[in-house]
């Protein structure tokens, strides 16, 4: 049973000892260290209203970190799905709604938090929580995180939203004691808004490792399968018209999608378009899912056409571990993870032909050898992006904070 507290400012104190002495030790040295009594409070300000990539990694760093010597806290401003969803169940939960994107009571409410708590450090995760959680760590005085899950300024349809929310950003974080980018190009994309090289630490995102057998190829038809939070910038519609031309051509493959629709409105858009092409025969829409294992257990094949706006996606890091090769869009972080022509293949985003030639090649089989391409994939995940290798890097940036704060 999880512990979800609706905070008033009347929660106990705590006692807690004091850092630990002695150097932080270099990050790549961090994942093999055994595990130590979690001994610092750290307090991670987050939306809630989805269960999705983000909160994927917020939930997965509060069931890691305490390996590396941090206690995790989470105060939620939308408590929707992440609350009831999260696997860190025993993690505490503050529930601290905003009633509107300027509530700065909600930041009263959390700075109250972090000093009747005893919170050593906040670490926010998106531009909304970015607001609140920098004014709550101002009015504590205690240092303020940021995680660049993705380029904010280029993450959805909406222009205008887009504008609004990166000016919020990078107003929020201007004084952020480090900014984590889960990508070389989002570490560029910072430094390129003026914020210092050694204020932006790159982080890759970590995923558990999924025990499957080894792979073989399908010998009849092909299960090729999505999972998203289906909105524009994931590309669902391109995918779509790659799967109606590969069927147009007798290639037996069948679409498992797996995830809700960001909108109804959306999701209409979306099945008008499977109606006309014929294709909703061909297609299983699942929902949403607490176990991405074993969907992924179902696929062949994993695909993400995403057209903009990508960090590291972590269903990407997951169809690896679970040993699938994965085909994707050329976008922002995804070639961090996907080296092409080895762990999957790379295509231009909204390319149709593109995305059907390069399933089709891999069903084909004349010229990529399935086996060898789910090996790397699994092996690139294990020595590259675990979530414990995740959490050692981020303890390490807390460490160098708590212990060597940045000077100008």
């Known amino acids: 049973m999880f512990e979800t507290t609706s905070f008033d400012g009347t929660v106990p104190t705590s006692?807690?000892?004091?850092?630990?002495?002695?150097?932080?030790?270099r990050e790549e040295d961090r994942a093999q260290q055994p595990t130590r009594v979690a001994t610092q409070r750290v307090?991670?300000?987050?939306?809630?209203?989805?269960?999705s990539g983000a909160e994927r990694v917020q939930d997965l760093l509060a069931l890691q970190l305490p390996n590396f010597g941090f206690e995790v806290g989470f105060a939620c401003v939308k408590p929707y799905r992440f609350p009831a969803t999260?696997?860190?169940?025993?993690?505490?939960?503050?529930?601290?709604?905003?009633?509107?994107r300027l509530d700065l009571n909600c930041a009263r409410r959390i700075s109250n938090l972090i000093q009747a708590e005893q919170y050593a450090?906040?670490?926010?995760?998106t531009p909304r929580s970015a607001l609140v959680g920098s004014i709550a760590a101002k009015w504590a005085d205690v240092p303020l995180v940021y995680h660049v899950?993705?380029?904010?300024?280029?993450?959805?349809?909406?222009?205008?939203?887009?504008?609004?929310?990166?000016?919020?950003?990078?107003?929020?974080?201007?004084?952020?004691?480090?900014?984590?980018?889960?990508?070389?190009?989002?570490?560029?994309?910072?430094?390129?808004?003026?914020?210092?090289?050694?204020?932006?630490?790159?982080?890759?995102?970590?995923?558990?490792?999924?025990?499957?057998?080894?792979?073989?190829?399908?010998?009849g038809a092909w299960t090729v399968g999505i999972a998203a939070l289906f909105r524009p910038r994931k590309g669902i519609e391109v995918l779509i018209e790659a799967l109606a031309a590969l069927r147009s051509k007798n290639i037996e493959v069948t679409l498992r999608a797996v995830g809700p629709f960001e909108t109804p409105e959306y999701e209409q858009e979306v099945m008008q378009l499977v109606r006309r092409l014929g294709v909703g025969d061909a297609i299983k829409w699942t929902g949403f899912t607490k176990d991405i294992a074993a969907e992924l257990e179902q696929m062949d094949l994993f695909v993400l056409p995403s057209l903009f706006g990508e960090g590291l996606p972590m269903v990407v890091l997951e169809a690896m571990a679970a040993g699938l090769p994965v085909v994707a869009s050329h976008v922002e972080g995804v070639p961090e993870a996907i080296r092409h022509r080895e762990d999957g293949l790379l295509v231009e985003p909204a390319s149709v032909?593109?995305?059907?030639?390069?399933?089709?090649?891999?069903?084909?089989?004349?010229?990529?050898?399935?086996?060898?391409?789910?090996?790397?994939?699994?092996q690139r995940h294990g020595v590259c992006f675990s979530d414990?290798?995740?959490?050692?890097?981020?303890?390490?940036?807390y460490d160098q904070i708590l212990g060597h704060p940045l000077v100008d």
Not at 43 to 51: A, K, Q, R, S
């Open 388 to 397: 414990r290798s995740m959490a050692a890097n981020v303890a390490s940036v």
């Open 15 to 25: 006692t807690l000892v004091g850092p630990l002495p002695g150097l932080p030790p």
């Open 121 to 125: 450090l906040v670490h926010a995760h």
């Open 353 to 378: 032909s593109q995305l059907a030639l390069a399933i089709e090649e891999l069903i084909d089989g004349d010229d990529h050898d399935y086996e060898l391409m789910s090996n790397s994939a699994k």
């Open 149 to 219: 899950h993705s380029p904010t300024g280029n993450d959805s349809t909406r222009r205008w939203q887009n504008w609004v929310n990166a000016k919020l950003e990078r107003w929020s974080i201007r004084h952020a004691e480090r900014l984590i980018a889960v990508s070389p190009s989002l570490k560029h994309l910072m430094e390129e808004q003026g914020f210092r090289s050694k204020q932006v630490v790159y982080v890759p995102n970590g995923v558990p490792t999924i025990k499957v057998p080894p792979r073989r190829r399908p010998a």
């Open 43 to 51: 307090l991670h300000v987050i939306n809630g209203e989805h269960y």
């Open 86 to 100: 999260r696997k860190s169940q025993d993690v505490r939960l503050y529930e601290t709604p905003m009633r509107g």
